[in-house]
């Protein structure tokens, strides 16, 4: 079973940049609605970014402009840069895959902005 694990998370200033990844370890045939969600502190996990039907990104009102996803296809890797990161994008991030049919969830990496 293919599993998905983030990296890149850790401690920045607000206006600093970080860059997620998140690894498929392990061959996949079928790789669908990769995405990337988050968790606030006593929040609900929401949708950061994604790709649309055309395969066109898309985000949160709250990221656009700041935050890009994109994907290596050859390796099946998912990434999300950010930058001009605030204190409001601290977060549990989470990388998300429908994969062989499956539903597939990373554990998480945690993104801390300091004001």
């Known amino acids: 079973q293919v599993q998905l694990v983030e990296s890149g998370g850790g401690l920045v200033q607000a206006g600093g940049s970080l860059r997620l990844s998140c690894a498929a370890s392990?061959?996949?045939?079928?790789?669908?609605?990769a995405s990337w969600y988050r968790q606030r502190p006593g929040t609900h996990r929401e949708l950061v970014a994604g790709?649309?039907?055309?395969?066109?990104?898309n985000y949160a009102g709250s990221v656009k402009g700041r935050f890009a996803i994109s994907m290596d296809s050859a390796t099946n890797t998912l990434y999300l840069q950010m930058n001009n990161l605030v204190p409001n994008d601290t977060a549990d991030y989470y990388c998300?895959?429908?994969?062989?049919?499956?539903?597939?969830w990373g554990q998480g990496t945690q993104v801390t902005v300091s004001s």
């Open positions: 790709f649309n039907s055309r395969g066109r990104p």
């Open positions: 392990g061959s996949a045939s079928n790789v669908e609605r």
């Open positions: 998300y895959a429908f994969i062989d049919g499956r539903t597939t």
